[in-house]
T-cell receptor, first 118, second 111 residues
Framework: GAVVSQHPSRVICKSGTSVKIECRSLDFQATTMFWYRQFPKKSLMLMATSNEGSKATYEQGVEKDKFLINHASLTLSTLTVTSAHPEDSSFYIC??????????????FGPGTRLTVL | ELKVEQNPLFLSMQEGKNYTIYCNYSTTSDRLYWYRQDPGKSLESLFVLLSNGAVKQEGRLMASLDTKARLSTLHITAAVHDLSATYFCAVPLYNTDKLIFGTGTRLQVFP
């Protein structure tokens, strides 16, 4: 149980284009989904928190117009990197916490999406 | 501001040896999570420590939590190469559902 998927697992795009990453909770409904960014050999940095049907809450220093988050349902959140630049290249990981059962802050992590912007 | 620090950041150890990774955090929390990350992969949950004095063991790994000292340890017994990975601790930010991650400890086990 508590499986989270991400799609795509790897994407390469040209500078200036937009890329959408999907995060799905496969066998549970997620109250909250989180988006993290991880640079090589570094820790995870929380980018934003999203709840179904409401606007995402972004962490300090994260541009909300660049990283668009939509949480359309209790099982799907999307992160769109708009007008991507090489410095946006990173490993993006989503996580989800369940509505019922488990701890309120226990998160289940997706497999990650490796974004490379040329 | 909650800060979570791990020590050491990098650990190279010989197979068969024992070692401990430390995780210190700066504000009150009654629980802590440990994760493993292999290169190019996402996080794998190892332990959830729910209270002061909690101790959990799985195979060659044992984790403990001292909420008074704001310290958790991850002890490795008789290391094997398969344990080579990066280990993260994470602490919930008080009164939120956010997790703050430690700096990570990269473990390399050699023959």
């Amino acid at each position: 149980g508590a499986v989270v998927s991400q799609h795509p697992s790897r994407v390469i795009c040209k500078s200036g284009t937009s890329v959408k990453i999907e995060c799905r909770s496969l066998d549970f409904q997620a109250t909250t989904m989180f988006w993290y960014r991880q640079f090589p050999k570094k820790s995870l940095m929380l980018m934003a928190t999203s709840n179904e049907g409401s606007k995402a809450t972004y962490e300090q220093g994260v541009e909300k117009d660049k990283f668009l988050i939509n949480h359309a349902s209790l099982t799907l959140s999307t992160l769109t990197v708009t007008s991507a630049h090489p410095e946006d290249s990173s490993f993006y990981i989503c996580s989800a916490s369940a509505i019922a059962g488990g701890l309120p802050d226990e998160q289940f992590f997706g497999p990650g999406t490796r974004l490379t912007v040329l | 501001e909650l800060k979570v620090e791990q020590n050491p950041l990098f650990l190279s150890m010989q197979e068969g040896k024992n070692y401990t990774i430390y995780c210190n955090y700066s504000t009150t929390s009654d629980r802590l999570y440990w994760y493993r990350q292999d290169p190019g992969k996402s996080l794998e949950s190892l332990f959830v420590l729910l209270s002061n004095g909690a101790v959990k063991q799985e195979g060659r790994l044992m984790a403990s939590l001292d909420t008074k000292a704001r310290l958790s340890t991850l002890h490795i017994t008789a290391a094997v190469h398969d344990l080579s990975a990066t280990y993260f601790c994470a602490v919930p930010l008080y009164n939120t559902d956010k997790l703050i991650f430690g700096t990570g400890t990269r473990l390399q086990v050699f023959p």
